[in-house]
């Protein structure tokens, strides 16, 4: 991300040390494009901006052979960025186009504000930082559910209670620090009815061990 930085703003400054009288143009679609320069939106629809119902301001770094107009012939280099009409943060994008002026526009992701990804986001590590855990399953005035509870809830809802139902999940999506919250949730839920259960088969091998030694009694007493 910091190499992707450095490298716009090497390129806002080397355009403006050779540009200074270069005034920015109004365009009504972004694939157009041939020359170098600085370019904005002539209207909040212009065709092939990055977003639509927003103007944006850009610059378009341009190909040699671009110049040559008796063909189609559109490679550019082009940053994108929205118009600010509040205090909000930066949206910037860039993208490099195909002959005929296409390409696929990128959003820049920065710390700041909400981002949205249209694809698979692969990473080595990711961090979440979250406030709340799941440890309050183990606090003594917890309230787990007898089984049978959960069982008949199950049977009617198709789902763990506490967790969200398949629709809900495709309909609004799933907030990942917290189905992670509630997974460990339900996981030491599990843990507790382990503990019960292993409890509950000690108190029944002991009961089997004392009716064993009564029976083996009562046998050795009849002989």
């Not at 507790?192 to 004392?210: A, G, P, R, V, W």
């Amino acid at each position: 991300m910091k190499i992707i930085v450095s490298t716009i703003i090497l390129i806002l400054f080397s355009i403006t040390l050779k540009s200074q009288e270069l005034n920015t143009i109004a365009i009504r679609d972004w694939n157009t494009l041939r020359k170098s320069g600085f370019y904005e939106s002539l209207t909040s629809n212009t065709q092939n901006s990055p977003g639509t119902h927003m103007y944006y301001w850009g610059i378009n770094v341009g190909h040699t052979g671009n110049f040559d107009t008796s063909r189609v012939y559109h490679y550019n280099g082009q940053i994108a960025f929205a118009v600010n009409f509040t205090v909000t943060y930066p949206q910037v994008y860039v993208r490099s186009t195909y002959i005929n002026g296409e390409g696929t526009w990128a959003k820049l992701i920065h710390s700041k504000g909400d981002h949205a990804i249209d694809g698979k986001l692969t990473a080595k590590e990711i961090e979440i930082k979250v406030v709340t855990g799941a440890d309050f399953v183990f606090q003594p005035d917890y309230n787990l559910k007898p089984l049978s509870e959960v069982e008949q809830f199950v049977k009617t809802n198709k789902h763990l209670p506490e967790i969200p139902s398949e629709r809900q999940m495709i309909e609004e999506g799933v907030n990942v620090t917290d189905m992670q919250i509630k997974l460990l949730q339900k996981i030491e839920e599990l843990t507790l009815y382990m503990i019960e259960q292993e409890k509950s088969i000690q108190e029944q091998n002991k009961t089997i061990l004392n009716l064993q030694q009564q029976l083996n009694k009562i046998s050795s007493d009849s002989h």
